[in-house]
């Protein structure tokens, strides 16, 4: 179990912090009056507090209120107990690297968070239901979330990195889930409460986490999901096995359309300049001056803005023919195609 520990600045913070999610996944920072860290900062700049915190330009920052509201669908915006899960929205082909939860205020009753690793689960799958670990590195299949669904096994290289994916809830008639949640169902979560101003960091690829139910008052918190360029460390032996899978499925799926082989994790990745650029277009549509980046980035400032044109034109095009599921069905039937060999 991992003590509260107080921020000791910029120098020696982010160092401290990856090593302890490398060691066990998961960090808590105790409030203090670094205000630069605070809740208040999170929500005001998400980006420029997970700099700050992980010592590096995240890719990309999700800012979202956890608060329970009257009607509300979501377990972020209930009361309700959350099952364990993982966040599994993607962006260029992965999930967060890195989920922060910065503490406004707790609920006066309940409202602990659970988390769970998956690496020593793993290793008891290994041991009591080696066809189970098996499946869950090679089974594709749809996973169901209210974001929309995942499609590829629950252990796989996205993006290069191996990430466990997980839904609260699991969809009916899908063995593979059923059985994975018994194993998870009888392991024991570790329970931590937050008070005011603490900082929860977890690796989201990682760590299931959970919620108890609470009552009693508002509880509120600030989450930020964050995408990075580094990646966190994970098992050889796993990230060999999915990568040897993963090479395996792209083989089959050869002939299927790229968009196709992108939501199986299975697309070819892009170059890193193209990723670099990127970045550059998000920063300056969240705020960040052409000048400071032109600047930092040894560029001339109209080759910004003509990056900018480029990326929001392609979207722009992408986006014509809609995105309301069109790609589902293709998908189901391409996972259809690879269990049939």
């Known amino acids: 179990m991992t003590e509260p520990w107080i921020w000791p600045g910029p120098s020696r913070g982010p160092a401290r912090l990856l090593d ?25 700049a998400p980006w420029s507090f997970a700099e700050r915190l992980l010592g590096e330009r995240p890719l990309l920052v999700e800012r979202q209120p956890i608060k ?3 009607g509300g669908r979501s377990f972020a915006a209930s009361a309700v ?17 890195v ?89 024991r979560p570790i329970e931590l409460s937050l008070g005011p101003s603490d900082l929860l960091v977890v690796d989201n690829r990682r760590m299931l986490h959970g919620r108890r139910a609470f009552e009693g008052g508002p509880r509120e918190l600030v989450r930020l999901l964050v995408w990075m360029g580094t990646t966190l460390p994970s098992p050889r032996a796993y990230h060999a096995l999915a990568a040897e899978i ?6 089959r799926m050869a ?27 998000l920063e300056m549509l969240r ?24 990326a929001l034109a392609a979207a722009e095009a992408a986006l014509a023919g809609g995105v309301e599921g069109a790609e589902d069905g293709a998908l189901v039937e391409a996972i ?6």
């Open 68 to 70: 329970a509201v009257p």
């Open 81 to 97: 107990a959350a099952p364990l899960h993982t966040d599994s929205q993607c962006f260029a082909g992965a999930p967060p690297a």
């Open 99 to 187: 989920q922060i939860l910065a503490c406004i205020r707790p609920a006066e009753r309940g409202g602990g968070c659970l988390l769970l690793d998956t690496w020593p689960l793993l290793a008891a799958i290994e041991r009591a239901d080696p066809e189970l670990f098996r499946a869950l590195f090679t089974v594709y299949r749809r996973i169901p979330f209210v974001f929309g669904d995942v499609f590829g096994p629950t252990m796989a290289l996205r993006d290069g990195a191996l990430a466990f994916t997980h839904a609260p809830v699991a969809p009916p008639g899908d063995a593979v889930a059923a059985r994975l949640a018994r194993f998870i169902d009888a392991s």
């Open 336 to 341: 259809a195609r690879m269990d049939r060999g």
């Open 246 to 251: 993963a090479g395996a499925a792209s083989r």
């Open 20 to 44: 302890e999610l490398a060691a066990r996944g998961f960090s808590v920072l105790r409030g203090d009056a670094c205000s630069m860290l605070s809740p208040e900062e999170a929500a005001r």
């Open 287 to 310: 705020g960040v001056p052409p000048g400071v980046l032109a600047a930092r980035e040894r560029i001339p400032e109209p080759q910004l803005y003509r990056l900018r044109d480029a």
């Open 255 to 281: 002939a299927a359309p790229e968009a196709t082989r992108r939501r199986l994790g299975l697309g070819a990745p892009p170059p890193p300049e193209a990723r670099r650029r990127l970045g550059l277009v």
